[in-house]
T-cell receptor, first 115, second 112 residues
Framework: DTGVSQDPRHKITKRGQNVTFRCDPI?????LYWYRQTLGQGPEFLTY????????KSRLLSDRFSAERPKGSFSTLEIQRTEQGDSAMYLC?????????????FGQGTRLTVV | AQSVTQPDIHITVSEGASLELRCNYS??????LFWYVQSPGQGLQLLLK??????LVQGIKGFEAEFKRSQSSFNLRKPSVHWSDAAEYFC??????????FGSGTRLLVRP
């Protein structure tokens, strides 16, 4: 297993367009998280899945954002009608429920630039 | 509410010198604490974690951290810094729903 992978690594889009990012977690991990990181800040939690169930969403996640994890495997994060304020690094992480709850492994992120 | 404070935005040390990065947390129960490192344009790599037991934890790349409940601190240390350690370091606490709450990070610069 090569770890958590995210696609694309970079995305430039025009304001108002929709974008979708994909995250493939470590295969046996049942928890998947999305975070957003803006320049000079630490990552901020967006949403969390346990298997296919979306268990928590941050208040940061406006109704333009939607995330899915069909069949409890990969996940997608869609942003509709992008705004310049959406420009950030979007990080995905996965973890395995069990003895080391919370030991999350991160992907390399998708950097979104909205122009 | 849970929170993490990293009071130093930037730290500059000379190569070979010792390093200590500060982290203070606010959490009601026994915390699960983490340090991650991020190189420019990259994701986060776990350096070390504290769940329970020995309050001095060892991590990768020669890093260690000490959990001090009385001070609500989890400072990261390294006895001798290498130029390749230049990066951004994030302290995090895990909340009751298993998500991480991060500090704002400390950028480490290493002087040759």
């Amino acid at each position: 297993d090569t770890g958590v992978s995210q696609d694309p690594r970079h995305k430039i889009t025009k304001r108002g367009q929709n974008v979708t990012f994909r995250c493939d977690p470590i295969s046996e991990h049942n928890r998947l998280y999305w975070y957003r990181q803006t320049l000079g800040q630490g990552p901020e939690f967006l949403t969390y899945f346990q298997n296919e169930a979306q268990l928590e969403k941050s208040r940061l996640l406006s109704d333009r954002f939607s995330a899915e994890r069909p069949k409890g495997s990969f996940s997608t994060l869609e942003i509709q009608r992008t705004e310049q304020g959406d420009s950030a690094m979007y990080l995905c992480a996965s973890s395995l429920q069990g003895q080391y709850d919370g030991e999350a492994f991160f992907g390399q992120g998708t950097r979104l630039t909205v122009v | 509410a849970q929170s993490v404070t990293q009071p130093d935005i930037h730290i500059t040390v000379s190569e070979g010198a010792s390093l200590e990065l500060r982290c203070n947390y606010s959490y009601g129960a026994t915390p699960y604490l983490f340090w991650y490192v991020q190189s420019p344009g990259q994701g986060l790599q776990l350096l070390l974690k504290y769940f329970s037991g020995d309050t001095l934890v060892q991590g990768i790349k020669g890093f260690e951290a000490e959990f001090k409940r009385s001070q609500s601190s989890f400072n990261l240390r390294k006895p001798s810094v290498h130029w390749s350690d230049a990066a951004e370091y994030f302290c995090a606490v895990m909340d009751s729903s298993y998500k991480l709450i991060f500090g704002s990070g400390t950028r480490l610069l290493v002087r040759p």
